[in-house]
C-alpha cells in the first residue's frame, strides 16, 4: 500500500512517530480481532469497528495531559486502548465476561473506567454530548485546568441536544473540546443526505464557538488541531469544535450490507490515505527500519492474541451479577 | 501456520448462511481487510473480509452452498511455502459458550429478588423535639440550602432557579446565600440540561436539576433514564450517577393536559432510580436531604396545590428521613388506605369521615416509591384483610396496580375483599373546571371504595 501523502510541514521525531504507530496499529488489529470473535459468535449484538478512524483519537490523545476526561458513543474501543484501558478488560467486556471492564454487564457500546477518565461508550445517539459538557461543567467548577474530549458522529451533529449544548458550553465557558469525527456516514446515510450544510464545524459559529476542520487521516495533522483547542479551552475560553475528516472501513456494525457506498470509495481511501501507512512512511523517512516496524507489529499481535485469549477464558459472570450494581448503599 | 477460516456470523441473529461467492481462488494472496467473499444472511448480503495476510489454501466450501452453519470451516490460509495439508483434521467447529456449557439453573437467581426489609415503625425523629409549622415550600428551601451549606459539590440547577427566585419559589433566597457559581439559570433546554447535570455527577458534584414540571422533563427522560439510572449497572458498578431531579408533579389547577401528569408509576417502574414523591413538609425536607445524599439518582416528585400547606416539621439541625420507610398517619382495624403525595390529603379526609361512621381505616403514606416499603402495607393489611390504595395518577399501568398485585402475592390469604384502586380517570386532564373534578380521584370516591371492601 502506498499512503504517502505529504503533508504539509508537520513534523514529529522518530520517538513521537513511533508511539503514533504503535497505539494506531494496536486499534486496529484490536478490532479486526474483535470481528473474528463476532465471527465465530464470541461477540454478541452489536460490534463497531473504529478501523480507518485511528488517527482521530490518537492524535488527540497525544494532547490530553493527566485528568482530562474523553466520552464517546458506541464505537468505542480504539478510544478506550488509546486512553490506556487495558485491551484484556475491553475484549472481555465485548465477549461479556466478568474480566471485562463492566463485568460483561455493558458489553460493545457501555463501558467505562473511571481510573481512565473515561466515561462511555454510549449508545444513544447524542447524549454523550451534553454528558461531556457536564464533566467539563465538573471541571470549571471545581477550578480544574482539565478539558473533556467529547466525541460524536456526523449523523450525531444533527441531533438537536447537541445545539442546546453549544449553547450552554460556551455561555458558561466550559473546558469541552466538541470531536465531530466525521467518517462521512451516519449507518448507511451519507453527510449529503442528511443535511443541507456544507460543514458541521461552521455550525458552532451561531453560538460563537470556534472551531476547524482537520484531516483526520494524519494524525500530525490531528494533533496539531488538538494543540490549538486545548490551549484555547485550558485559556478558559470555553469550548471548541473540531471536525475531524475520516472514514470507516468497515461496515456501521456487523451487520452492515454495505450498499450504500462502492467498494471502489473505500479501497480508494485505503491506499490512498490510510493513517497508519502515513505514519509508517513518514517514520522509514525519519531513519526507522523494517525490522524495528515488525517488532512492533510483533507485540501488538501479542497484546491482541492475548486479549483474545483472556476474552474466551474469563468467565461469565456470576448470575448473582444480575442483581448487583443497580443502586449503590447511602 | 495455516488457519482455518470459519463461515462467520455477520449478525446478532444469523445461524447459517448461503456462500453466494468467492473473490478468491486457491493459491490468491490476500492482505488483512481483503474481500474475500460474498456471504448472504438473514438479512442482507455481506461481503466477508481477510483478517490476517497470507495465501488461500484451500477452499473447502464452495460458491453456491446454501445453509453452511456459522463456524463451519469454509477456507483454510496458509503462509507462504506452507500447504493446505498442514491443518491436520478438520478442527471441530468453535461455538459460542452459551450452546454448549449448561449454566447451572440461573432461573433461581433470576427469581430470587433481594430479600425484602423488615417493617421499620421506629419515629421520625426523638419525642418532645420542638415542632415547628412550616410550608412545604420552605422545607423544600431549607433542605436544598442546608444541604449546599453543607457540601460545595451540592449546586442547583434550572430554569428560573436563581435571579427569578424558582418559578414556584422553591429556591428564594438561595442565589443571595450561595452566588450564581452554584445557583445556575439555564437556558429552556430541557434534554441538554438533564445531561449536563448528569455528566457534572459523574465529574465528582452532586446536582439538584430543577424542572419546573416534570410534564416538562419529558424532554430530559432519556438523560434520567438512559444516562442516570443505567450507568451504575452498565460500568460494572464503577460509576454512579449521584444527582436529584425535582419539581412539581401532577395536576395542579386548570393548566389541562399537558401540564398535568403525574409521573409516579413512569419513573417508579425505573430499576436505577430512587423516587420519592413525599405529602407533608417534614418528610419534604427529610426526604429531600437524603435525595441530595443519596449517591444514586433520584427522582424527586413535588406537588404544586402541596407547596403552600403547612405541617409541623421538626426542629433539629440536620433532619433527615431514610427512604423506603412508609409512615403510618394513623391506626385503624376495617382498612388499609395505601397513599402518597397529594393522594394521601384524600386517604386522611376519608379517613376522618369513615371514623364518624364507625369505620376504622389505617392510614400509610408510602413516601417513597422506590424502594417501596411493602413490609408496612402488608403487615397492615394482614391486620385489616382490606385495602384501598389512592393516587392522581393515570390508573392504567398504575402504582396502585404494582401493589395490589404485591398484596395479593403476599397477602393473599388474607383478604376479605379485592383490592381497590382510586386513581385519576383514563382521560388526559380537560381544562374545564367540573370536568378537572371528575377527572380526578376524589375523598368520595375512597369511601365509598372503603365501604365496598368493607360491606358496609
Ligand atoms: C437516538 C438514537 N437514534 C438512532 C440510533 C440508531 N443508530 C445507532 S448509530 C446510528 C448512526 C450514527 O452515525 P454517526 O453519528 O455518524 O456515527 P458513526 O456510527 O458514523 O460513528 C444510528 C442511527 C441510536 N442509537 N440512537
Ligand atoms: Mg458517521
Request: proline letters at 5%; aromatic letters at 8%.
Amino acid at each position: 500500500m502506498a499512503a504517502r501523502r505529504a503533508s504539509r510541514n508537520l513534523v514529529a521525531p522518530k520517538k513521537e512517530l513511533l508511539k503514533y504507530y504503535r497505539d494506531m496499529l494496536l486499534i486496529r488489529r484490536f478490532e479486526e480481532k474483535a470481528g473474528q470473535l463476532y465471527g465465530m459468535g464470541l461477540i454478541g449484538g452489536f460490534c463497531h469497528l473504529y478501523i480507518g478512524q485511528e488517527a482521530v483519537v490518537v492524535g488527540l490523545e497525544s494532547v490530553a495531559m493527566e485528568g482530562d476526561k474523553r466520552i464517546t458513543t458506541y464505537r468505542d474501543h480504539g478510544h478506550m486502548l488509546a486512553c490506556g484501558m487495558d485491551a484484556n478488560g475491553v475484549m472481555a467486556e465485548l465477549t461479556g465476561r466478568i474480566g471485562g471492564y463492566s463485568k460483561g454487564k455493558g458489553g460493545s457500546m457501555h463501558m467505562f473506567s473511571k481510573e481512565r477518565d473515561f466515561y462511555g461508550g454510549h449508545g444513544i445517539v447524542g447524549a454523550n454530548v451534553p454528558l461531556g459538557a457536564g464533566l467539563a461543567f465538573s471541571d470549571m467548577y471545581k477550578g480544574n485546568k482539565n478539558v473533556t474530549f467529547t466525541y460524536f458522529g456526523d449523523g450525531a451533529a444533527n441531533q438537536g441536544q447537541v445545539y442546546e449544548t453549544y449553547n450552554m458550553a460556551e455561555l458558561w465557558k466550559l473546558p469541552v473540546i466538541f470531536v465531530i469525527e466525521n467518517n462521512q456516514y451516519a449507518m448507511g446515510t451519507s453527510v449529503r443526505r442528511a443535511t443541507k450544510s456544507s460543514s458541521f464545524w461552521e455550525r458552532g459559529t451561531a453560538f460563537s464557538i470556534p472551531g476547524e476542520q482537520v484531516d483526520g487521516m494524519d494524525v500530525l495533522a490531528v494533533r496539531a488541531a488538538g494543540q490549538k483547542a486545548v490551549k484555547h479551552c485550558r485559556a478558559g475560553k470555553g469550548p471548541y469544535i473540531l471536525e475531524i475528516m475520516t472514514y470507516r472501513y468497515r461496515g456501521h456494525s456487523m451487520s452492515d450490507p454495505a450498499k450504500y457506498r462502492t467498494r471502489d470509495e473505500v479501497q480508494k481511501i485505503r491506499e490512498e490515505r490510510d493513517a497508519i501507512e502515513q505514519v509508517r512512511g513518514r517514520l522509514l523517512d525519519a531513519g526507522a527500519t523494517e525490522a524495528e516496524l515488525k517488532a512492533i507489529d510483533k507485540e501488538i499481535k501479542d497484546i491482541v492474541n492475548a486479549s483474545a485469549e483472556f476474552a474466551k477464558e474469563s468467565p461469565e459472570p456470576d448470575p448473582s451479577e444480575l442483581w448487583t450494581d443497580i443502586t449503590v448503599d447511602a | 501456520m495455516a488457519t482455518e477460516i470459519l463461515m462467520p456470523a455477520l449478525s446478532p441473529t444469523m445461524e447459517e448462511g448461503t456462500l453466494a461467492k468467492w473473490l478468491v481462488k486457491e493459491g490468491d494472496s490476500v492482505s488483512a481487510g481483503d474481500i474475500m467473499a460474498e456471504i448472504e444472511t438473514d438479512k442482507a448480503t455481506m461481503e466477508f473480509e481477510a483478517v490476517d495476510d497470507g495465501i488461500v489454501g484451500r477452499i473447502l466450501v464452495a460458491e453456491g452452498t446454501e445453509a453452511v452453519k456459522v463456524n463451519t470451516p469454509i477456507a483454510v490460509i496458509v503462509e507462504e511455502g506452507e500447504s493446505a495439508n498442514d491443518i491436520a483434521a478438520p478442527a471441530a467447529p468453535v461455538s459460542a459458550p452459551e450452546s454448549d456449557e449448561t449454566t447451572p439453573a440461573p432461573e433461581v437467581a433470576a427469581n430470587a429478588r433481594p430479600a425484602q426489609p423488615a417493617v421499620d415503625r421506629s419515629p421520625d425523629y426523638p419525642e418532645g423535639t420542638e415542632l415547628v409549622s412550616t410550608t412545604v415550600r420552605d422545607a423544600l428551601r431549607d433542605a436544598i440550602a442546608e444541604e449546599m451549606r453543607a457540601d460545595d459539590t451540592v449546586f442547583i440547577m434550572g430554569e428560573e432557579v436563581a435571579e427569578y427566585q424558582g418559578a414556584y419559589k422553591i429556591t428564594q433566597g438561595i442565589l443571595e446565600e450561595f452566588g450564581a457559581r452554584r445557583v445556575i439559570d439555564t437556558p429552556i433546554t430541557e434534554h441538554g440540561f438533564a445531561g449536563l447535570g448528569v455528566g457534572a455527577s459523574w465529574g465528582g458534584l452532586k446536582p439538584i436539576v430543577e424542572f419546573m414540571t416534570w410534564n416538562f422533563a419529558m424532554q430530559a427522560i432519556d438523560h434520567i433514564i438512559n444516562s442516570a439510572a443505567k450507568t451504575l449497572y452498565m460500568s460494572g458498578g464503577q460509576m454512579g450517577s449521584p444527582i436529584v431531579f425535582r419539581g412539581p408533579n401532577g395536576a395542579a389547577a386548570r393548566v389541562a393536559a399537558q401540564h398535568s401528569q403525574d409521573y409516579a408509576a413512569w419513573y417508579a417502574s425505573v430499576p436505577g432510580l430512587k423516587v420519592v414523591q413525599p405529602f407533608s413538609a417534614a418528610d419534604a425536607k427529610g426526604l429531600l436531604k437524603t435525595a441530595i445524599r443519596d449517591p444514586n439518582p433520584v427522582v424527586f416528585l413535588e406537588n404544586e396545590i402541596l407547596y403552600g400547606r403547612a405541617f409541623d416539621v421538626p426542629k433539629l439541625d440536620d433532619f433527615t428521613i431514610p427512604f423506603g420507610k412508609a409512615r403510618v398517619w394513623r391506626e385503624g382495624s376495617d382498612v388499609t388506605l395505601v397513599s402518597w403525595g397529594i393522594g394521601m390529603s384524600h386517604a386522611l379526609e376519608a379517613a376522618d369521615e369513615l371514623a364518624r361512621n364507625g369505620i376504622s381505616a389505617e392510614v400509610i403514606d408510602l413516601r417513597t416509591l422506590r424502594p417501596l416499603d411493602m413490609a408496612t402495607v402488608i403487615e397492615s393489611v394482614k391486620k385489616t384483610n382490606r385495602c384501598v390504595t389512592v393516587e392522581e395518577a393515570w390508573p392504567v399501568a398504575s402504582m396502585s396496580d404494582h401493589i395490589g398485585s404485591e398484596i395479593m402475592r403476599e397477602a393473599f390469604d388474607y383478604l376479605d375483599a379485592p383490592v381497590l384502586k382510586c386513581a385519576g380517570k383514563d382521560v388526559p386532564m380537560p381544562y374545564a373546571a367540573n370536568l378537572e373534578r371528575l377527572a380526578l380521584t376524589s375523598v368520595k370516591e375512597v369511601i365509598d371504595a372503603v365501604r365496598a371492601v368493607t360491606y358496609r
